[in-house]
């Protein structure tokens, strides 16, 4: 399925989106899958724990982020394309953040973990359907599709890949 309109996807959304170029959703996915884990891969090992500013996330803790929200959209995903009507959450990604404890993890370990979760992702939007993609949830008081949160996850990436090139490295 093709980029959603983005007048049915919250403004919030809209950056994350814009930043994707395929134009079906899984091959959005694959596509975002091997470059970011070549970047994270290829990260110099001293930029890991490096903060740009006080209160900033490491390299760390953003991957830890990363992998966090994915799980989040793809549980979101799920959730619609199965028919559930349950309107679900927003979560706050500090808090998030702040209990992760990223930094006392290696590297590799979250990189092992950012695949894993990704090869998962990919997986389930092959096995989705045009009805399936299309259908649409409430997250965080606000409609989406399943179509949608399949653009917004490498968007996200790819956001948080442009802020480490520009500030931590």
């Known amino acids: 399925m093709s980029k959603p309109d983005l007048t049915t996807v919250p403004a919030f959304y809209h950056n994350y989106i814009k930043l994707v170029q395929e134009d079906n959703v899984q091959d959005a996915i694959s596509y975002n899958s091997e470059t970011a884990l070549s970047f994270f891969k290829n990260l110099p090992e ?30 979101r995903a799920l959730c619609f394309a199965r028919k559930d009507a349950t309107p679900l959450p927003g979560f706050e990604e500090n808090d998030y953040a702040a209990a992760s404890k ?32 299309a259908s ?22 790819q956001h948080h890949i442009n802020i480490i090139k520009e500030r931590y490295l």
């Open 102 to 133: 990223a930094d006392r993890r290696s590297n590799d370990e979250l990189i092992k973990e950012f695949e894993t979760v990704r090869r998962s992702i990919e997986l389930m939007f092959r096995s989705f359907d045009e009805e399936q993609l």
């Open 46 to 75: 001293d930029k890991w724990i490096h903060r740009y500013a006080e209160g900033k996330w490491s390299i760390k803790g953003l991957l830890q982020h990363i992998i966090d929200a994915e799980r989040i959209f793809a549980y």
């Open 136 to 157: 649409i949830g409430t997250s965080n008081n606000n409609p989406i599709s399943v179509n949608a949160i399949g653009f917004i996850i490498p968007g996200h990436v």
